[in-house]
């Protein structure tokens, strides 16, 4: 037996015939209708430090092993320490009406290899939260990875983080389970929610984001005709 001939009564994997590892994500600019993403930099601090100030409860941070950040200066020093890296790739969220970063995201545990890949650190302030740029970001951050290549695309976060978990499958993301006593963060067990979308997918999905975010989809006063959930419902493989 070989690994070309496998035994005949053990269930195997298809060949990855004609597949080849994709390269890193690259970490120019990607621009849509209501957002620009750029490479995250202490530039930044000032529109993001005075945005997340809108959340004076600091609940945006509840579920991230950083923040809340007691000062612009403080949050540059993060940004500066923590998010020049390759992985994770870290992104702000800029809201074209203004020109100001209002959000951050990231790409991490980038793997070619495998092609695999997984989106984080969604630090989302008020200014974007529940608008169209929120949505525009997370699909403009998947069109790069699978039109790169890419097989796979995680979301992970804590199992009690409900908001998250129903932003994941609202974009898309079907639920895989979930990791016991995974990490510690802050102190505190966490467990961990995997969801994730594979590129067989992915032209399902890009309709249903396309659809979404057309101008049609939403009425005179900004409401939404059709929810994305509703187009991407169909698409997941489980919902948790």
Request: charged letters at 20%.
């Amino acid at each position: 037996m070989t690994d070309e001939t496998p035994a005949r009564d053990l269930p195997i994997g298809a060949l990855m015939t004609g597949w080849h590892p994709p390269e890193r994500p690259s970490d120019a600019p990607m621009a849509g209708r209501y957002c620009r993403l750029e490479r995250l930099s202490a530039r930044h601090a000032a529109d993001l430090h005075e945005a997340n100030c809108l959340d004076p409860d600091g609940r945006m941070w509840t579920y991230l092993p950083y923040g809340p950040f007691e000062s612009q200066t403080a949050y540059g020093a993060w940004i500066d320490s923590y998010c020049m890296a390759a992985d994770p790739m870290f992104f702000a969220i800029v809201d074209l009406t203004t020109g100001k970063a209002v959000g951050v995201a990231s790409y991490l545990r980038i793997d070619p290899a495998n092609g695999c890949i997984e989106v984080g650190h969604l630090a989302f302030s008020p200014k974007l939260q529940r608008t169209p740029a929120a949505t525009e970001a997370m699909f403009l951050m998947m069109e790069r990875v699978y039109d790169a290549g890419y097989r796979r695309y995680e979301w992970k976060c804590n199992a009690l983080n409900a908001p998250s978990r129903a932003s994941a499958m609202r974009l898309g993301f079907s639920f895989e389970g979930v990791f016991r006593q995974a990490t510690i963060a802050k102190g505190r067990t966490r467990d961990t929610a995997w969801y994730a979308s594979i590129d067989a997918e992915w032209p399902a999905l890009k309709v249903a984001f396309q659809t979404w975010l057309a101008p049609a989809n939403f009425d005179a006063r900004g409401a939404q005709r059709v929810s994305l959930r509703t187009l991407t419902g169909p698409i997941l493989v489980k919902q948790g």
